[in-house]
């Protein structure tokens, strides 16, 4: 295919649990990276990359090694990528830009966490821990909050708006049986009647955490073209990342996903407008909000109306996270990101069964990380 | 609030020796936050190096505790328990009149907190230690002039009386009708404006808009948003610091700094940048707002 960059030959995604118990993340991430290699049709000493996250809970440091260790591989590219939840998408342009460097043919990226009833806290030490903590704001909920109450008081956008985002995420869950709200759909009265957590967030917008895992491999165009499945192509990817504390936003309103994207775009020489799918990275409702308005699917400040102008199931003018995004779907930790690649394959190979969508020719996935601070885009494409 | 925020247990601050000054001076109820000598911009929270300029000449002064609240949230369900004991409370973006952001806790004033409030440095007791927390300014527009005891000029001016530290912002992107526009208007026809391959070889490297185009974001600025119709500028003292060319988005702001009680004038700092946050234009003016509204 001309213009790729790359292409994703094979995924794996493990069904997310509300909690595991004696499970370690090294047997998810191995799980998971089996489910990914047997799907690409390659054996494990094919696999010559290596892209990890950098939380694998009971490993501190050397985090390449010991998972390349434990899969049995030698790869002669290894690395972590530690962009919170534009992990999964920052994995997928770095891989086919080492194959591109002549560094490895085939590269496995993955990412998996368990999730035990008692989790230890980790001992953060940081700018975030001096000067947010001890003022009343610990975690991502009350960061979002600011975000969400920002774009209220300056474009006038209310919480049932939001809310839209919340119920769609939902509803397209009830097409996916993995997903963790399979069975449990919430309308926008429901969304809207969940307990406050963090005014103006309700606890409905707020993924739940969960244990997971997933992988894709990702190899050259040619070589994929040998390859069992359809190949996904990587048209254009991009990137930033602008701080990390909230104080520090350049903007509560817009993110770097703007500038990841544009690239993402230029790339591959494509615009919002013309995508498939819409597989956009959702921590929370205000994320996905951002995010359309700073693709330019509507002006800044637009996103209600644009939401109520377009349908986002698998059946509409706009399908949105059809597996239900992290809302529905659930949050591994970081390998919720990759559940928007993983998702995305399975709509441009035609494998997303009963919620295929019918023309599925492109893709954009979006990855977030922190508090709307480290951003990749991915423009993928079908065969 | 009825409980007393000072026996929460919450956690408190890891404070290091480059941080020591900032939770020393909270201890005495002052906001201390570093100034780049270099540059001149404050910067929070505290560095070994200024993030704008790398200089490391950066020294310590005390803020004037003045802000305006950015976004704010509620908290009902805290994220460490230590706070469960005071929730539902406020936390806020406080835009300090100095620039940077802080993170603050907010005491509750006596009307709903709204983004863009004026708020006052209240050092507050939580947890065993006196936090630089901010609390809002209650006197309303007209009870300021009335206790200053005299006439407020600001009657019948369509948006009212601006606070200091109050500030707008507008973006658009330049076009070559911009120039045709400009030339239309003055007759200015600099080749600079008009012959490409003459503009990209010189200093400039593009084909550029007239500084008129530049800056009149900002007349639009003041007549648009603050403070709003009726606004002239009475004097500008302005500096064109880089050329902007052609289809380029640009940033215009302004931010009031001194605001006369007895007449509608104003100072305001003005700005304008690139897409890439670069400076373009910068400077200080002076305006005037007539009241369009019958007092």
Redesign the interface.
Known sequence: MSGSKGAIVGIGELKPQRLTSGVTTLEMIAEVSRLAVLDAGLEPAAIDGLLVGPQVGETPQHVPATIAEYLGLAPTMANVVDLGGASGAGMVWRAAAAIEAGMCEAVLCVLANNREETAPRSPN?N?I???????????A??SY???M??HM??YGSTARDFAIIAAAARANAQLNPDAIFFGKPADVEAVLAS???????HLLEIVMPVAGGEAVVVTSAERARSLRKPSVHLLGAGEKVTHR????A?S?TSGPLKSAMARAFAQSGTQAGAMDLLSLYDCYTIMVAATIEDAGLCAPGGFGAWLNDHDLSHKGDKPLNTHGGQLGFGQPDLAGGMTHVVEAVRQLRGEAGERQIDKAGLALVTGNGATMSEATALVLGAA | MAIDLNTLKTPGPTITALTKPFWDAAAEGRLAIQHCEDCGKAVFYPRPICPHCWSKRLAWKDASGGGRLKSFSEVHKPGHPGWQPAAPYLVGLVELAEGPTILSFILAGTRPLQVGDMLLLAPTAIGGRVLPAFKPVEQSRGEAAMSTGTKDGWVGVVKGRPQVGAFAERTRRTRMSDIEAFTDITGDRNPLHYDRALAEKSVFGKLIVQGGVTSGILNALVAEDLPGPGTVFLEVAWKFVKAVGVDEEITGRVEVKDVRPDKPICKIETSVRNGQGELCLTGTATVFTVPLQSA
């Open positions: 030490r700018p821990r001096e000067f947010d903590v001890p003022f009343g704001a610990s975690g909920n009350i909050a600011l975000l109450q920002a008081a300056q307990p406050m957590i963090a005014s103006p967030l504390a909230v104080s520090q350049p509560l």
